[in-house]
């Protein structure tokens, strides 16, 4: 039995057995082998699980408190959300309002909608908007008007929804498929090309109103629809207020799904791609390297397409990686620079060339690179490779491909692993920091101890108040770091924008570079300032930097700048998160004193200042609390 | 398909629903395991098995089960 067909057949077991719940964990596995219609059945028999009994027997499951409403019956994308949310680990727990009853729902403050505190609120467009308020005889014009009142209207409820939801909630909109059986009623064509622009100008400005950083995102359907998927059934409307197919929900369910993730940060930052079959036609170990390059197969151009495909992705941060069972010096022949072959060896950050396990070629990236295995998306051609990778790597997104190239690139894009809110400045020279990163590793290899390694690197770091420009960049970081995060936390672009408005309020960019290069925004410490002191809320420190005291650094510098601030102490907070034990020490190392717990497992610390430790002295550092022209030095030999 | 017992299987197989033969009668409102969502993707599962396209507005106004064979199937 096929492993999609054995996932199958244990989620109808657990079912059966009444042991859904108990084995929810195991839930998102299970899915991650089911195809659509599979999906469809998971998603009703999910859909009828409490959320609360879930929750009750798995604390630890992230919960997705989300809303659907729109203009006519939504409660069919309840499943198909449940199913989407629960493939990428996350429990819905639904709220589906009434039948049409969108404009209430998100314009009155007590609606059961906001007392369900939704973190996603989907505002679902079928293909009757605008068109229900549309009367003979009508000409591209009044569809025009009729088009910008809703427009004005979907406006005036994104600012309600901003006003009422929860901080950081997503308000989701989208795209209104055009029906043809609108376009013809009217039948002169020059009138007919006239709607259709009236209409693409009502999509384009309802795309413009996506702003994920302040909470309001549209989703594009034209993707679905172009690719085969039937927007209405237009008997199910008539006779069921049901408008939009069930095809239509379910690519609106995946697509709003990964909405949430890349809100999440949960964002994939490793591609790691198998060779033959996959990035080129052939079998190196058979052919050599010159010919598979050169391969011009009738395939040659669709593994071409791919491959650009995957240089997009790199150019926007994603790290590319080569997991192949081959030798590795015909690897590194074929991977070598060439005028006609975009990717080369530069592109690739790591490249396992070897015969064993791939699962365990993944680990090996994924410790080199400094990433969790999970932030890893596994691309291959075998079904056995892709096997051997699910079960050994928990997690790790893992991509079928198969004998068909022409699919390559709709199968790595289907599931948007790579989406983030905003692609920064940042994520186009991640790559280059991962090459200086290198560059380090062989220097420190070189070197005759560490600490004569970190003097050789001249570290400089300079910590002040975020600019408007770094906000971005300090979200992608709050949302992504995982290692060196204090507390968890997580806080979106419009978070930290509302905490610049604050006085007293601290966020500061952390800075840093060496002779290698600039690292640009490494970090960010979020404060707060009262009569008790500085209040350290939370820090996190990018782990493509740790281990060069740039962490020490910007905390000694704190408490020197705290204490010529006349503060009276700074208080910090960790928090325990699956990721951060090792910074359960990080306070205490620079002489703060344990001060008690909270109801999640932290631990409150707080510093008198009366004995302040140094900066490292391999790093020269700038640190500065509040945005001032002079900024203040933090010289370790004045301490 | 031959009878309702085939529609309940239909049901069951795709939907995730509890239903047994003895629910073919009842009124749908009564059937604990028995969703509206279900009814409107019913009809694609049974345009699919059958081959030809079902009397949606007949099907939706079905009160059981029975009555959802008979619009569809037994007509």
Same mark, same amino acid.
């Given at each position: ?140 014009? $009044?569809?025009? !008007?009729? =088009? ?6 979907? &406006? +005036? #409820?994104? *600012?309600?929804? /901003?006003?009422? @939801? ?66 209405? $059934?237009?008997? !199910?409307? =008539? ?6 197919? &069930? +095809? #239509?929900? *379910?690519?609106? /369910?995946?697509? @709003? ?79 070598? &620079? ?302 | ?75």
């Amino acid at each position: 039995m096929s492993a999609r067909g054995e996932a199958q057949r244990e989620l109808r077991a657990l079912h059966t057995a009444g042991r859904l719940i108990d084995a929810y964990p195991r839930i998102p596995a299970l899915l991650a082998r089911l195809g659509d219609e599979e999906l469809d059945f998971a998603g009703r028999l999910l859909a009828r699980l409490s959320p609360s009994e879930v929750l009750t027997a798995h604390p630890a499951t992230p919960a997705l408190r989300t809303a659907v409403t729109g203009r006519s019956t939504t409660a069919g994308l309840v499943p198909a959300l449940t199913a989407q949310a629960a493939r990428h680990g996350l429990l819905l727990i639904p709220y589906a309002a009434g039948n049409g009853s969108y404009v209430q729902d998100l314009a009155d403050p007590a609606s059961a909608l906001y007392a369900h505190r939704p973190e996603l609120t989907l505002c679902v467009l079928d293909p009757l908007t605008v068109w229900d308020r549309i009367r003979p005889p009508w000409q591209p014009y $009044d569809v025009a !008007l009729e =088009a910008e009142r809703q427009r004005l209207l979907l &406006a +005036e #409820l994104a *600012a309600s929804h /901003a006003a009422h @939801a929860p901080a950081g909630a997503t308000f989701v909109l989208n795209t209104v498929p055009l029906l043809r059986r609108f376009t013809h009623q009217l039948t002169g064509l020059a009138q007919r090309a006239e709607l259709g622009a009236v209409w693409r100008e009502f999509g384009a400005d309802l795309l413009r109103m996506s702003d994920p950083a302040a909470g309001v995102a549209v989703l594009d359907l034209e993707p679905l629809t172009s690719a085969g998927v039937r927007a209405d $059934d237009p008997r !199910l409307g =008539a006779y069921a207020d049901a408008h939009c197919t &069930a +095809e #239509l929900l *379910a690519g609106y /369910a995946r697509e @709003a799904v990964h909405l949430v993730r890349a809100q999440r940060g949960d964002a994939k930052k490793c591609l790691v791609l198998d060779l033959d079959g996959t990035l080129w036609d052939g079998i190196l170990a058979e052919e050599g390297p010159e010919r598979v390059r050169a391969a011009d197969s009738l395939r040659a151009g669709a593994f071409a397409g791919f491959r650009r495909t995957v240089e997009q992705l790199a150019s926007q941060g994603v790290l590319l990686a080569v997991c192949s069972k081959n030798d590795p010096e015909p690897v590194a022949r074929a991977l070598a &620079a060439h005028p006609d072959w975009p990717l080369s060896t530069r592109d690739f950050v790591f490249v396992v060339a070897d015969w064993g396990s791939k699962a365990e070629g993944v680990r090996t990236i994924a410790a080199g690179l400094g990433i969790s295995p999970s932030a890893v998306v596994f691309a291959d051609d075998s079904a056995f490779e892709r096997e051997v990778v699910r079960a050994a790597v928990p997690g790790a997104a893992v991509v079928p491909l198969d004998g068909e190239p022409a699919h390559h690139t709709e199968r790595l894009l289907a599931d948007g692993w790579f989406d983030v809110p905003s692609v920064t400045e940042e994520d186009r020279v991640r790559a280059a920091h991962y090459r200086e990163r290198e560059q380090r590793a062989r220097q420190q290899a070189a070197a005759k101890d560490y600490e004569s390694f970190l003097r050789s690197l001249d570290i400089s770091v300079d910590a002040g108040p975020a600019q408007d420009h770094e906000t971005a960049r300090i979200a992608q970081l709050s949302l992504r770091t995982n290692r060196f995060n204090l507390t968890g936390a997580r806080l979106t672009v419009a978070q930290i924008r509302h905490l610049d408005r604050d006085p007293d309020a601290l966020v500061l960019a952390v800075r840093a570079a060496d002779r290698f290069g600039d690292d640009g925004v490494v970090g960010a410490v979020f404060g707060r300032r009262d009569g008790a002191g500085l209040h350290l809320e939370n820090m996190v420190v990018s782990c493509r930097v740790l281990g060069r005291g740039i962490e020490d650094a910007v905390l000694a510098g704190l408490l020197h700048a705290a204490r010529e601030a006349g503060l009276p102490a700074v208080h910090a907070l960790w928090r325990p998160t699956a990721a951060n034990e090792a910074q359960r020490a990080f306070c205490a190392s620079h002489g703060f004193v344990a001060a008690g717990g909270d109801d999640r497992g932290g631990i409150r610390y707080r510093h008198a200042l009366t004995r302040v430790p140094p900066v490292p002295p391999h790093v020269r550092l700038r640190l500065s609390l509040v945005p001032v022209q002079e900024v203040e030095e933090c010289i370790p030999s004045s301490i | 398909m031959h009878t309702v017992v085939d529609l309940i299987s239909l049901a069951n197989e795709h939907l995730g629903t509890d239903l047994e033969p003895g629910d073919a009668a009842r009124d749908l409102a009564e059937v604990p395991c028995w969703d509206s969502v279900h009814l409107l993707r019913l009809v694609s599962l049974l345009e699919s098995e059958l081959g030809r396209p079902v009397p949606v507005a007949e099907v939706l106004e079905a009160r059981s089960l029975d009555e959802i064979w008979t619009a569809a199937v037994g007509a």
